[in-house]
């Protein structure tokens, strides 16, 4: 008996962690992250930026992908080998099946369309007359977007993981990520005003 338990959370484990490969592991792999500072600095907002959120929703949108690879074995197991493995491996990839498709419908991704979109309009304010300032430099901190030059918040939007490898260490900072699903750490800025690249 303990034997099957204890592979059903292997099982569960393996089925967890096999298609959260696709944003844990691949981004920060090679000259994924050469064009930006180390983690967790603030990131200048600029077309390798956007592209990066754009790229991130690809690997989450991918991991639907790889949770059938646990999904399979686990059917395998089930109906060829062990119950307790093949059991958590199935219920583990179904439930990460079930939250990737809710979370296309729902946009409970911590990475969207969106938040490019708002990332460039706050680019494109910087570069116009409309600028918060004239030394204009847009950056995203931990909390919100801000202007390195007068600190003033453009965008009340929390930063969620961005694929750079982790100031805490791999095993640290993915069993971080794990938790939060990459999903900020911290809530947004209160900004009094979201500042004029959204207007």
């Not at 304010?125 to 918060?132: A, I, K, L, N, Q």
């Not at 965008?155 to 794990?178: M, T």
């Amino acid at each position: 008996m303990w034997t099957e338990i204890i592979l059903f959370f292997c099982g569960a484990l393996i089925g967890h962690l096999v298609p959260r490969i696709t944003w844990l592991v691949l981004p920060r792999i090679g000259a994924w992250n050469q064009q930006f500072p180390p983690h967790p600095e603030p990131i200048v907002i600029d077309e390798y930026l956007i592209q990066r959120v754009l790229n991130m929703r690809s690997f989450n949108r991918l991991s639907i992908v790889f949770a059938l690879i646990p999904l399979g074995f686990g059917l395998a197991s089930l109906a060829y080998g062990s119950l307790g493995l093949g059991l958590g491996m199935w219920m583990t990839s179904c439930w990460t099946l079930l939250a990737r498709v809710v979370g296309l419908l729902d946009k409970g991704s911590p990475w969207d369309i969106e938040m490019a979109q708002e990332l460039q309009l706050v680019r494109n304010s910087s570069m116009s007359e409309d600028r918060c300032c004239n030394s204009a430099r847009p950056v995203w901190q931990v909390m919100a977007v801000r202007c390195s030059a007068c600190n003033e918040i453009l965008l009340s939007r929390a930063r969620p993981d961005l694929g750079r490898p982790r100031s805490d260490g791999f095993v640290k900072g993915s069993f971080r990520l794990i938790l939060s699903e990459g999903h900020p750490l911290a809530r947004s800025a209160s900004a009094e005003h979201v500042g004029k690249a959204l207007k």
